[in-house]
């Protein structure tokens, strides 16, 4: 069966600090994979999405960016977070092959606060 | 805009009772998908049912089933024999036609009291 990790579960970083969230998918092969934030209290938006190694898309303008150094690993970086930066994030995969209308499944997610 | 709106920033119910969760959504494609997810204090977030925009019959699953009416663009969702458990963040979401992104609601706080 498929599974998704994410690392670390909680962080706590200052102002200017970088960053490095992690993701990985277990149990599938080429899915798509996704990072989405979830501010306090609200909704979650897509960060950044990739359909093979390499390949990202971003939705929003932020300092964060996304890479995708293997098939199932999917990575959030910052080279200087922002108090704003603070939220839940979460990292989702697909399975490409089902179609566009099939679920993500989504991860334990990482909660980062930023002082 | 593509967008969902869920109204209910928060709702109880009592165990055993039956609740309705509100969703509209607004897009102009002539295809979509509607999802409905359950986030518990835990934060994970656990997809529960699934409505295609072509779909005759609204989508059920176990306990859930999705009141689909698409003349209105809403997708409720409805949650028999509420238990304990089922308290959570409920979020409705929409992946618009040729696109892999999920659009989200708000959410709506559920509390299942006994």
């Known amino acids: 069966s498929q599974t998704i990790h994410q690392w670390p579960a909680t962080l706590v970083q200052p102002v200017g600090s970088p960053l490095s969230l992690e993701c990985t998918v277990e149990?599938?092969?080429?899915?798509?994979l996704y990072w989405y934030r979830q501010a306090a209290g609200r909704g979650l938006q897509l960060l950044f999405y990739s359909v093979g190694i390499g390949q990202i898309s971003s939705e929003v303008p932020q300092n964060l960016s996304a890479s995708r150094p293997q098939d199932r690993q999917f990575i959030l970086s910052s080279k200087k977070l922002l108090l704003s930066d603070s939220g839940f994030y979460l990292c989702?995969?697909?399975?490409?092959?089902?179609?566009?209308?099939?679920?993500?499944?989504f991860g334990p997610g990482t909660r980062l606060t930023v002082l | 805009a593509q967008k969902i709106t869920q109204t209910q920033p928060g709702m109880f119910v009592q165990e055993k009772e039956a609740v309705t969760l509100d969703c509209t959504y607004d897009?102009?494609?002539?295809?979509?998908?509607l999802f409905w997810y359950k986030q518990p204090s835990s934060g994970e977030m656990i997809f529960l049912i699934y409505?295609?925009?072509?779909?005759?019959q609204n989508a059920t699953e176990g306990r859930y089933s999705l009141n689909f009416q698409k003349a209105r663009k809403s997708a409720n969702l409805v949650i028999s024999a509420s238990q304990l458990g089922d308290s959570a963040m409920y979020f409705c979401?929409?992946?618009?036609?040729?696109?892999?992104?999920?659009?989200f609601g708000t959410g709506t706080r559920l509390q299942v009291f006994p």
């Open positions: 149990g599938t092969s080429n899915p798509n």
């Open positions: 409505q295609g925009s072509y779909d005759q």
């Open positions: 897009t102009s494609d002539p295809s979509y998908g």
């Open positions: 979401a929409m992946i618009p036609y040729n696109t892999d992104k999920l659009i």
């Open positions: 989702a995969w697909k399975d490409r092959a089902s179609g566009s209308y099939n679920e993500q499944f």
